[in-house]
Each structure stands twice: as C-alpha cells, then as structure tokens.
C-alpha cells in the first residue's frame, strides 16, 4: 500500500517513547472504531479462535498409539504425522495473501476457523490412514491460513492496543494448545475408551466458535472496509526486506525451540532417572507458566522503544534452562521447565514483532505470512536431527549442546528483528 493509506501502529502507553505519529484518518481499510463493548466482544472473538488453533495438533499426540493401532499405520506414517502441522502451516500461510485478494481478513479468519472444525470433526472417522492424514490437512491448513490473518486482525481492530491484544491472543494459543493435550485422554476415557470420539469432541468448540466469527466478521467488514488491495504484492515484496527474514529466522528458531521441547523434555527427564508420572508434570508446567508470560510478553514489548534486548534476554533464558537439564536434571527439575517455560515467551514476543515491524495492515499480511511460512520451514528439521542424535548416542550431551548452539542465530535474529525499523523502510516505502 502507498504512504498515503498508512496507519502506524501505536503501543499501549500513550506516552511510551516510540509513540509513533498521530494516525491517518483515510486509512479506513486498516482501523476499526470500537466501543468499549465491541471491543470486549472482539477481544472474546479472538481468545475463542486462539484457543482452537492448537487442539487440532496437540490432541493427536496422547492418543498416537491408540490412533495407530485404529488405522494399522505404520511408524514411518506416525512421524510424519508429527511434522504433518510444519509442513501444512507453511503451504498453507504462504498462500493468505493471495486469498485475499479475493476477500477480506475477518472474513477469512471466518473461513478458516470453518476449515478447522471441519477438518476436526471428520478426520476421526476416516476409515484409513491416508483420508486421515488428508483431513487432517483440512484442519491444519486452516490452522495455517489463520495463523496469518490473527495478527492482521489485532491491527485493524487494536492500533492502539496490539501488545496487550497480541498477548491475549497468544495466551489463547497456549492455553488451548495445554488444554487439549492434558484432557484428550480423559475426554476419550469418558467417552467410552473411543479414541475417535476423543478426538472429534474437539469440533464442538470450534464450531461454536465460527457461529460467533461469523457475526464478527460481517461487523468489522462493515466498519473497516473490504479487502487489503496491497497484500498481495506486500507479501511478494517482502523477501527483499533484511527485517523480514529477521523475523523469520527468529520465528523458526523458536519454533525449533519449542518443538524440541515439548517432544523431548520427559524423556530427557525419564533418563536421568525420574519416574514417567514426574516426567508428564514437568512437561506441563512448561505451557502452564507459557499461559500468563504469553500476555505479559507483547504488553511490556509494547512499551519498549526497542525489543532488541528483551528478545535477547529470553533466549539466556533458553541456555540456563538447558543447562540446568544437561548438567542438574535431578536437582530442582522443576525450575529449569520453568526457566524453558518464561524462554519460550519470544513466541508471543515475535507475533507483536511481526505488527510492531509494519506500518500498514498490508505490511502485516505479507510480514506474517513471509515470516511464519519461512520460520516453519526452517523448524521442520530440529525435531527430526534431535532424535536421531538422541538415538545415535543414546545420551543427550550432544542433542542439547546443538539446541544451545541454535540459540546464537536466535539471539542475533531476535536483536535484528527487535530494532525500530519497518520493512517498509527496507523497501522504500515512505
């Protein structure tokens, strides 16, 4: 989009020192005006999705076994499974712009969330492995498309709030993502030991939560305007932006991050010799701590003239913790997936990033799509090389020494992206 349909993005604090310049009025295709009741409504609209954007990838996980032995799918097909959210995330999110072109963002959060509950409801009873692996494309490529639109959403509805309205949509993400990790079993437990059933009583939120995205959607089109004509080619220009790939290479380290722990930790506590129960809690005091920190996170990021060092801290973060599990793993266990679960607030951290760096609504699509698609591509492989160092060595030394390794490009990309700059100053655009 031209100077001219710009709407810089405010931070929390009115006086914070990088408030930017009073907004446009003209730039009606990129702000929302909210009453204090609309915007509780929004603020809920937001939560609600959030919330059902991970079910759909950590419900899988605690039923894999029972999954497997449903469909007669072979190990090679179970791990594929696994990086299955990776691949569809970066297929499917490279793609937004185009869409819309033909639509506009709460409406295709709208379309996406559709996608999701679809894709939840059906894929339990596909009869064989492939249609579900094929459904389960449906729903993670719905996943996919909304993980780019959210941020945009955020922009167009809170200019004026975007670090507290991204850590409330990033506090959606991790709760909903713990939740349904840790209820599955049971759900599927009380469901008569159906691990079908388990996995589809997911759909109901979702759906739910598309009937009310369907009201939310036709009123911010009503007051915020059509499409985003500059996001299509936004996001094709956006490679040529040193800020952009700085965002994606930090995306995809922390996505690398995550994956690997989350996957990894109990195991790299089951061998240092404490029981498999001890292991799972230590697991899930990870996205228990995530929850408050993927508020407070965006919120003091927002205040902040620069993010540089706060996503720099976080990363040391990342090192203590583990070393903490390398060296001390039965000594305290619980504070360093304490350290690991505040580590992981550059998650958040990177999503406000993603608004902070743009100037525009158009700015944001192609900046969150280049920045999620390239960051998931690069995370696809940490998993994959972690365990089979893992079983190469049958210890961790070298397993963890690599995942500390890979913090350096975080901590550097982390510095990069955190700077005041827009890619619309790396593009000149005015």
């Known amino acids: 989009m031209s100077s001219t349909g710009d709407s810089p993005v405010a931070p929390d604090a009115p006086d914070a020192p990088d408030a930017p310049d009073p907004p446009d009025e003209r730039a009606s295709d990129d702000r929302v005006a909210l009453s204090p009741l609309a915007g509780a409504i929004i603020m809920a609209a937001l939560v609600l999705a959030a919330f059902n954007l991970r079910p759909a990838v950590t419900s899988v996980g605690p039923v894999l076994e029972e999954i497997r032995a449903g469909l007669d799918m072979s190990a090679t097909v179970a791990g594929l499974l696994t990086a299955l959210p990776a691949v569809c995330f970066v297929a499917f999110g490279a793609l937004a712009p185009r869409m819309l072109t033909k639509t506009f963002p709460s409406r295709l959060v709208w379309i996406a969330l559709a996608a999701v509950t679809l894709g939840l409801a059906l894929r339990p009873f596909m009869p064989g492995t492939a249609t579900f692996v094929l459904v389960s494309c449906l729903a ?153 920190t993927a508020f407070v996170v965006p919120t003091l990021a927002a205040r902040m003239r620069s993010q540089s060092g706060l996503a720099v801290g976080l990363t040391a973060l990342g090192v203590v913790g583990y070393l903490g599990m390398w060296f001390l793993p039965t000594t305290l266990p619980w504070l360093w997936v304490v350290v690991m679960g505040v580590a992981q607030g550059v998650f958040p951290l990177t999503l406000a990033i993603i608004v902070f760096r743009t100037r525009s609504a158009a700015g944001v699509v192609g900046l969150s799509s280049f920045g999620q698609s390239v960051g998931y591509l690069i995370s696809i492989p940490g998993p994959i090389v972690v365990g089979a160092l893992y079983g190469a060595t049958g210890g961790w030394s070298l397993a963890l020494g690599l995942m500390i390794a890979l913090l350096i490009p975080q901590a550097v990309a982390g510095a990069l992206a955190g700077r005041r700059r827009h890619v619309e100053d790396d593009l000149g655009i005015g």
């Open 140 to 292: 993670l490529g719905g996943i996919g498309v909304a993980n780019i639109m959210m941020p945009v959403v955020v922009r167009r509805a809170f200019p004026n709030r975007v670090g507290s309205a991204t850590g409330v949509y990033s506090m959606g993400l991790t709760l909903g993502a713990a939740v349904a990790a840790a209820t599955t079993v049971p759900l599927t437990e009380a469901l008569g030991g159906n691990w079908r059933w388990g996995l589809a009583a997911w759909a109901i939120p979702a759906a739910g939560t598309v009937l009310l995205w369907m009201g939310v959607a036709r009123w911010i089109r009503q007051r915020a305007g059509g499409r985003l004509v500059g996001a299509r080619r936004g996001g094709l220009a956006i490679r040529r932006s040193r800020t952009a790939w700085a965002v994606a290479i930090l995306f995809g380290m922390q996505s690398t991050q995550a994956y690997v722990t989350m996957g990894w930790v109990p195991q790299i506590y089951r061998d240092a010799g404490l029981s498999a129960t001890y292991a799972g809690v230590l697991l899930a005091l990870i996205p228990a701590v995530g929850v408050p």
